[in-house]
């Protein structure tokens, strides 16, 4: 007789892994753009906005699918 299941163990341990990854990664952008001064924050937000560039585009997305596919992977193994 087990009292603990391994499986579901490493579920969510990992689970937590990457949620706490998640969060560290979301907090540190944050602080990045928090600690930029007003003129350069002011300058990063208007290329954000414009976006003209191809590949900061694609490495944009790329991030935001990238932190999409760790919230749903998160997720799935928290709910089993």
């Known amino acids: 007789m087990q009292i603990v299941d391994p499986y579901l163990t490493f579920r969510w341990v990992l689970a937590l892994l ?11 952008l944050r602080l990045w753009y928090i600690e930029l001064p007003w003129l350069v924050r002011r300058a990063v937000l208007l ?12 490495e944009l997305s790329l991030t935001v699918v990238l932190f ?6 998160t997720i799935l ?4």
């Open 18 to 28: 990457l949620a706490g990854t998640l969060l560290y990664d979301l907090a540190e």
């Open 47 to 58: 290329k954000l906005l414009r976006v003209p560039s191809r590949a900061l585009k694609v």
């Open 68 to 73: 999409a596919i760790q919230g749903w992977l």
């Open 77 to 80: 193994l928290l709910r089993g």
